[in-house]
């Protein structure tokens, strides 16, 4: 049961239909997913043993991605982190990168480039 762990892909994104989109591409592409509207969802249901990747929203109300990254950003114990954004600035990116967030997407993006990026990070993903 530990490989199937290695492969989950956790969602953060606020926009449902956004989410949704992304959540049915990798499940069509047989990635487990989990989906969350908010960083607390997330963190309030993470199993801190579990493998995988997050892609995670910038702009998200309460928390945004950047702030969360910079205080749990510990807590995923080096899961790679896709941070998807749709009006990022180099400045943002940069302090994210130095938070631990391992890729980049602007959105809009086309499906390819976001498989191409979880694979990239899961790579005992069949």
Do not use: N, W
Request: hydrophobic share 40%; proline share 6%.
């Amino acid at each position: 049961m530990a490989e199937a762990s290695d492969g989950i892909v956790y969602i953060v994104d606020d926009d449902e239909p956004v989410r949704d989109s992304m959540k049915a591409l990798l499940e069509a592409c047989a990635f487990e997913v989990r989906d969350y509207e908010s960083c607390q969802s997330f963190i309030d249901h993470f199993d801190e043993r579990s493998g995988g990747c997050l892609v995670l929203d910038l702009h998200l109300p309460v928390m945004s991605g950047l702030e969360f990254i910079e205080r749990f950003g510990p807590r995923l114990h080096g899961m790679p982190v896709i941070m998807v954004s749709g009006r990022g600035d180099p400045a943002t990116f940069a302090r994210a990168r130095e938070a631990g967030v391992t890729a980049f997407l602007e959105k809009p993006f086309e499906e390819d480039q976001l498989l191409d990026a979880v694979q990239k990070l899961l790579p005992s993903h069949a």
